[in-house]
């Protein structure tokens, strides 16, 4: 057998392994998908006669597939009874799992998973465990720990955010805002948007515009006229397009026009978006800058509800 | 009283088990479809009362799937939407297209199967 033979071998049984491993975790990953169908079947049975049965995960595929529906119905749904939920998670351990894999994984993408999901539980979990993950260096990770710290006790939300040491991402928020949803608490935009503090005042904007409160225009222009910060002034330029502000102020002008070309450009997306009118925008962007907003108005979407409008 | 027949249209599989399975006890039968033309093609076959689609894309892609859905008669099926879009365009627009109820993500089941026996009465009558 000469060198080629044996190097051509080798390559078959590489090529075999490599497929044999592929076919083995596509039927792993079905298997799973077809478990959190019969999980999301069972629970839901469960929330709808209102009462508990024994659903059981044996093993950690099981459980994994168990975690999976579980958050599928906690993210998708309000007002379901968490006493039910609270039950499978203690009769299956789940929590315990969790915490186990938590601290025994060296993925970083499975430990934030494990964190992301602990958010969406109700919770059984020891937060004070969580410390070390919420000063980690990596952001899903960071991101997680800070959710399921935040899911733990929401009235310390505020409180655990100003605590803050790093600056909240706009996918930390996003993250932040639909657990407020989920969890429904009502919190005053007004003392966030006058806080000193950058991450309180981001997410004060962000409850603004994701529950579009028209009120709140006036403590946003104050912010346009006071703070320094580039990033909290063009959130609140965002924020006053979203809750469809007429944008006429003199400070707005001046951040506008001193914002630069690539900030008037997203500006002029997001005014698009947002239903302004061409005429509008180009009182509020003057010059050539205004002419993405024509492209955009004048892109397939727009036309599709001007002809459902017309039909 | 009379209960109604639903189509659920969505590509989720889990989101289609998870809101039959709950919608089940108000409703006399209910059909999943992941594609607009299994959702067209069942239309014509059993006639629904009543088509939840879960997502807006179907319907922002082909405006005239409503008409296509419901032919010449007004207003049957009706045509609820659930989804995580709150975009005040996106739910005028649908609305505008002629869709009956637009929910967003969460929703509450109990609201979810109030609103179907509601038809359910409005068939009896």
């Known amino acids: ?311 | 009283m009379k209960k109604c027949t639903i189509i659920i249209h969505s590509s989720c599989k889990l989101l289609l088990t998870y809101l039959g399975q709950s919608l089940l006890p108000c409703c006399s039968a209910i059909y999943h479809t992941q594609t607009t033309h299994e959702t067209l093609s069942l239309n014509e076959s059993i006639h629904p009362d009543l088509i939840i689609v879960i997502s807006t894309s179907p319907l922002l892609k082909s405006p005239q799937l409503i008409q296509g859905l419901r032919g010449k008669s007004t207003h049957r099926p009706l045509i609820f939407v659930i989804t995580w879009q709150l975009s005040e365009q996106v739910v005028i627009g649908l609305l505008e297209m002629g869709i009956d109820q637009y929910m967003t993500f969460p929703i509450s089941v109990e609201r979810l199967r109030s609103k179907v026996t509601a038809i359910n009465y409005m068939l009896s009558v």
Not at chain 1, 225 to 246: K, N, P, V, W
């Open chain 1, 1 to 311: 057998m000469n060198g080629i033979e044996i190097a051509y071998t080798l390559y078959i049984i590489v090529v075999i392994l490599l497929s044999l491993i592929a076919i083995i975790y596509t039927r792993a990953e079905s298997h799973k998908e077809f478990l959190t169908k019969v999980y999301t079947l069972q629970i839901s049975e469960q929330l709808n006669l209102q009462n508990i049965q024994n659903i059981s995960a044996n093993n950690n595929h099981e459980r994994e597939a168990l975690l999976d529906a579980l958050r599928h119905i906690i993210i998708h749904s309000y007002g379901i009874d968490h006493s039910i939920l609270c039950k499978i998670i203690y009769i299956n351990s789940l929590d315990k799992y969790i915490m186990k894999v938590l601290f025994s994984t060296w993925s970083s993408y499975r430990k934030a998973r494990m964190l992301h999901l602990l958010s969406y539980l109700p919770h059984n979990y020891e937060v004070t465990k969580l410390k070390r993950f919420r000063h980690s260096n990596d952001a899903d990770i960071r991101r997680g720990a800070l959710l399921a710290t935040l899911a733990d006790n929401p009235s310390m939300a505020i409180a655990n955010i100003s605590k803050l040491k790093h600056e909240l991402s706009a996918i930390d928020i996003t993250h932040i805002i639909s657990l407020l949803r989920r969890n429904l608490l009502p919190i005053a935009c007004e003392p966030l948007l006058k806080s000193p503090n950058k991450n309180l005042c981001l997410l004060g904007m962000a409850i603004v515009s994701n529950f579009n409160i028209t009120m709140a225009e006036q403590e946003l222009h104050s912010i346009l006229s006071h703070s320094r910060d580039q990033r909290i002034i063009r959130e609140a330029i965002f924020t006053l397009c979203s809750i469809g502000s007429t944008l006429q102020s003199r400070p707005l002008r001046q951040q506008i026009i001193a914002g630069g070309a690539e900030f008037r450009k997203t500006l002029c997306r997001h005014l698009s978006v947002e239903g302004y009118s061409i005429d509008t925008i180009r009182q509020i962007i003057p010059g050539r800058d205004s002419l993405l907003a024509e492209k955009i108005i004048l892109s397939h979407k727009r036309q599709l509800y001007t002809s459902s409008e017309v039909s």
